[in-house]
Every structure is written in C-alpha cells, then in structure tokens.
C-alpha cells in the first residue's frame, strides 16, 4: 500500500480555482487495483495533474512520468518520487505526446485525479480571462472535460481517472465528451462523495467516480451510461434507468413561448436535485429563471415543492439525476403531498378547494405518508 502526501502549500481559493485536492490512499489503490490486468512492464503510465505525485508507485515496474502546472507541487514531487520522471508542464496546452517524450507505439494509462473545476464558477469569476492555455479542440466549460478529451489526442490506451459522475449521466455534459466516448469504453466505476477530500467543496456533497476507460473503436454510448451499474462503496450498485424522472412529466426549463400573465403559477428552474436543494421552488416574481407552471401539471410541480424538503432521504450518489419519481405510487399518495406543500404555498390553495386546511392532524399524518412514500421510492437507497 502506497502512502499519500497531503498537498499544503496552496490556500483554499488557489486549492479551487487549480482544482488541486489530495487523493486518499484508499483510491489511489482503486485506481491500481483496475488498471492492473490492462498494463504490463512495457506501459508508460501518466498522471499530467500529479500534484505532489501521490498517484505513483514507489518501484521501477513501469515508466511513470508526472506533469502540473503548479511548479511548487512539481519540485516537491521530485523530492518524493526519485523513480519518476516530473515536468512542470501546462497540460492542456500543445497536447501531444511528444511533450511528455512517449512515443507513439508506446502502451500508455493515463492515471490521477484531474482538475475538475467549473471555470464559470464564481471563485473563478477574476480569473476567467486568464485560463487561455487550453488547446481549441479541447476547450470546455469544465477544466476536468477538458482532461479527458486530452486523453483522447495522447491516445492512452487506458484511462483511470477520478471525475465527477455528472460528466456521464448530464447529457449535455456528455455530449461535450463526445471525442472521447466516441473512442473509450467505460469499463468500471465506484461512486465516491466529494466530502472525502480535505478542504474540498464547503457546500453539499457530489457523487464523484473512480473510472476506467479502455480504448474502444465501440466507445459508450449515453444509453450504455444509463444501463450502466456504478458500484458503491458499500458493495451495492445502482443504475439511472433504475428510477424514472420528473423531467418525462413537467417543464424544467422556462419556456420563452409562453407569456407571463398576472394570475400565472411561478416555479423556479429545475435542474437536478443538489440544485434544487439549494433554490426555491414556487415563486411569486416573474423572471428570466421561471417557470409559467401548465395548471394541469400543478400536481406534480408540488410533488417537486415536497421533494425539496424530503432531499435528506436521497442519498449523495444521486444528487445531480434529476428529481426521482414513482408516478404511480405518487398519485396514491398525492394530497399528502399537496397538504404538505399548501401550508408553505397559501397563495395555491385556491386551486385545491376541497382541502380542509384547518385540521393539522391530517397534516401532520401527511409527513407520515410522505415518509412512507419515499421509502417505497428508494428502496435500499433510502437514507434515514
């Protein structure tokens, strides 16, 4: 078992803003463990985000070569690591192979914990104009995106990497990776929290994956990432086609066709359920961030209302899915979920008439009902 060095020389923003966190042991080892019948004695392995080069073994079994754009982490690393050839090297800029002198015959595993940082993010926001050292072809809104299209113009033969799950399972994330899954095969992953890395996110966590990719003339499909089975930690797996979505069922969007009128039910955007924990839900002022609710679908917007509050139940792995739903159990269950939302919403309560708001037993009993109903929804995935 390798030991890991916790990388210390950064404060929090330059940690975020270079998207530089210490790897624990436990998923360095992940990461050996699933490469280890896909290289040989002849494999160059690359880790070009290596930080203090925590990710290398310490022995002479392969060639291992290690790269960042942080000359401090690079001078320490070659301190710690004496059977490893470092570069201080901007990795995403003049991607080739030649920057790292592997040649192009040669059997290469891309391997590490690459920068997986929004670059609109705020924390980022005065930094923006200066994160112009990234190949045109490869250039996304996301430096970890980035990443992994640079593996596909090394031509790694083997990719193991850590990343965040939403780059699969947000089809718009996917679709910027297309160069990439067009040509790898996602082979294994486990699903870990964001919350295992020191000093990382001080908000909620997220689900991120320890990845492997093997080069693929196939590559993966989005319906291959649906029906895909991402191990958990706890030896459980799970599967986004094993829910069904709010997204088949309502708006998440605002619709610029449809006309804000006086009278007109609000909801904020919907984006996934780690956004919605964070943002309202019915609102009472119009903006460029609202939904004009269909009347006939107000069931389930206040489905979404109840959801917000019961998130506690849904485990980390599936914050950024979108809201999980079970229609048919849901339309049993349905005035609990309206008695529920209606205590908070009064100014909807003149659509529901027939709801005696004035007897708090039976809106008491709606908490009850509603616990029910998300045990049934989540199965073994319910958090208590």
């Not at 998207?19 to 042991?25: A, I, L, N, W």
């Amino acid at each position: 078992m390798k030991t890991c060095t916790q990388q210390n020389h950064l404060n929090y923003k330059d940690r975020i803003n270079l998207g530089s966190y210490y790897t624990k042991t436990p998923h360095v080892d992940l990461v050996w463990q699933m490469i280890d019948k896909q290289i040989n004695n002849k494999t160059t392995i690359l880790d070009n985000s290596c930080g203090y080069g925590n990710f290398f073994r310490d022995d002479d079994s392969y060639k291992q070569i290690g790269a960042d754009i942080d000359r401090t982490a690079i001078t320490k690393a070659k301190l710690q690591k004496l059977n490893t050839e470092f570069i201080h090297h901007n990795s995403l800029e003049n991607v080739s192979r030649k920057s790292y002198k592997i040649k192009n015959n040669t059997n290469l595993c891309v391997i590490g914990n690459p920068p997986y940082n929004d670059r609109t993010s705020i924390i980022r926001g005065d930094i923006k104009q200066q994160n112009t050292g990234i190949d045109s072809d490869i250039q996304t809104r996301d430096l970890g995106m980035s990443f992994l299209l640079s593996y596909k113009k090394l031509d790694a033969d083997v990719v193991c990497v850590l990343h965040p799950l939403s780059y699969l399972i947000k089809q718009a994330n996917f679709k910027l990776l297309k160069k990439f899954t067009d040509n790898y095969k996602l082979k294994t992953a486990e699903v870990i929290s964001s919350g295992v890395f020191s000093n990382s996110s001080k908000t909620m966590q997220f689900p991120i994956i320890v990845a492997m990719y093997v080069k693929n003339d196939k590559g993966t499909s989005y319906d291959d990432i649906l029906n895909f089975s991402f191990n958990l930690s706890n030896s459980a797996k799970f599967k986004i086609n094993d829910f069904d979505y709010i997204n088949n069922y309502v708006q998440k969007y605002p619709n610029k066709l449809k006309k804000y009128q006086q009278d007109s039910i609000l909801f904020w955007t919907i984006r996934d359920i780690n956004a919605l924990k964070r943002n309202q839900t019915f609102v009472r002022k119009y903006s460029a961030n609202t939904i004009i609710v269909d009347r006939k679908k107000l069931d389930y917007y206040i489905y979404i209302d109840v959801f917000k509050y019961f998130s506690h139940h849904v485990p980390y792995y599936l914050g950024n899915c979108n809201v999980i739903i079970n229609d048919s159990l849901f339309k049993k269950y349905k005035k609990y979920f309206i008695l529920n939302s209606l205590v908070r919403h009064e100014h909807l309560r003149q659509y529901f008439a027939k709801f005696d708001f004035s007897k708090t037993d039976i809106i008491k009993c709606s908490n009850r009902k509603i616990t029910e109903y998300f045990k049934i929804l989540l199965g073994v995935h319910y958090v208590v």
